[in-house]
Nanobody, 126 residues
Framework: VQLVESGGGSVQAGGSLRLQCVVSGYSYSRYCMGWFRQAPGNERKGVAAMDSDGTILYADSVKGRFTISHDSAKNTLYLQMNNLKPEDAGTYYC?????????????????????WGKGTLVTISS
């Protein structure tokens, strides 16, 4: 299984970015997937997660600004990030559970998932 993120970059505060994560190497229908952020010196934290039943959860800090979505035809997970703030900066990782199920509420809290991408860097200038 491969997860490859893209879409990171450098933006000014208030700007937007759209991250994407292409999942390959496994045929799946049921899943839980999420986006996680790690700032330098900090632990990895859950940002948003969703499952194939339609449950979607966000960290409180991004509610109303970020939107997670999944395109089954493209096997791709997205994270639309609007009104970015300096504290949103960090490396964003895509992760997935494809063979077992962990609820979005669990993965956001624990940042434990089976498959991980290598990350894409987001920098925000104030």
């Amino acid at each position: 299984v491969q997860l490859v993120e893209s879409g990171g970059g450098s933006v000014q505060a208030g700007g937007s970015l759209r991250l994407q994560c292409v999942v390959s190497g496994y045929s799946y229908s049921r899943y839980c997937m999420g986006w996680f952020r790690q700032a330098p010196g900090n632990e990895r934290k859950g940002v948003a997660a969703m499952d194939s039943d339609g449950t979607i959860l966000y960290a409180d800090s991004v509610k109303g600004r970020f939107t997670i979505s999944h395109d089954s035809a493209k096997n791709t997970l997205y994270l639309q990030m609007n009104n970015l703030k300096p504290e949103d900066a960090g490396t964003y990782y895509c992760a997935a559970d494809l063979e077992r199920y962990r609820a979005p509420a669990v993965v956001i809290k624990t940042a434990v998932m089976d498959y991980w991408g290598k990350g894409t860097l987001v920098t925000i200038s104030s």
